[in-house]
């Protein structure tokens, strides 16, 4: 997931043409600063809390899905391409942090999965996520080191032996 700050009055637009409107879940930071949450198109990241395991343990993959995101995003402009309008609440869009792909980098450091059935329109970044995919499994990066449950099926209640 990745989050925005839009400032009140247009501060952070760069372009005084820029117009969309979209449905999204809100917060105030302070008084002229708003947040909204963003869904990453076709990945799927570890979540929060879960854990992978390794030869030396289990460890917190979901953390550390959640750390390269903060990482990658921290004092970086981010470019912000809505995609859709609602994925669970939130508009759905795709994220580059200095010409990269947020959800690609996601996928290849081991921390998040493609989910296809959300790229079927766009065959190129299928294409993309796919390799890094299998890429970062070769390398056996991040959560493919060792034991891993995919994001949705631990939202679902499975887990590894070393969670319960």
Request: glycine letters at 8%; one cysteine or more.
């Amino acid at each position: 997931m990745a989050a925005a700050i839009i400032l009140a009055g247009g501060a952070a637009l760069t372009s005084p043409s820029w117009s969309q409107s979209f449905d999204a879940k809100a917060r105030a930071l302070d008084g002229d600063t708003v947040a909204v949450d963003f869904r990453l198109l076709g990945v799927d990241a570890f979540e929060r809390g879960q854990l992978c395991r390794r030869a030396s343990g289990c460890w917190q993959c979901g953390k550390a899905a959640q750390d390269f995101a903060a990482n990658a995003l921290r004092s970086k402009a981010a470019t912000i391409r809505l995609v859709s309008s609602s994925s669970y609440g939130r508009p759905v869009a795709v994220v580059t942090v200095d010409g990269a792909d947020l959800g690609e980098r996601l996928i290849r450091a081991g921390l998040a999965t493609p989910q296809a059935i959300y790229l079927r329109d766009d065959p190129a970044r299928l294409r993309a996520y796919n390799a890094a995919f299998a890429s970062a499994r070769r390398q056996r990066a991040g959560a493919f080191a060792g034991d891993w449950i995919e994001p949705s099926r631990w939202r679902h209640g499975n887990r590894l032996s070393c969670e319960r």
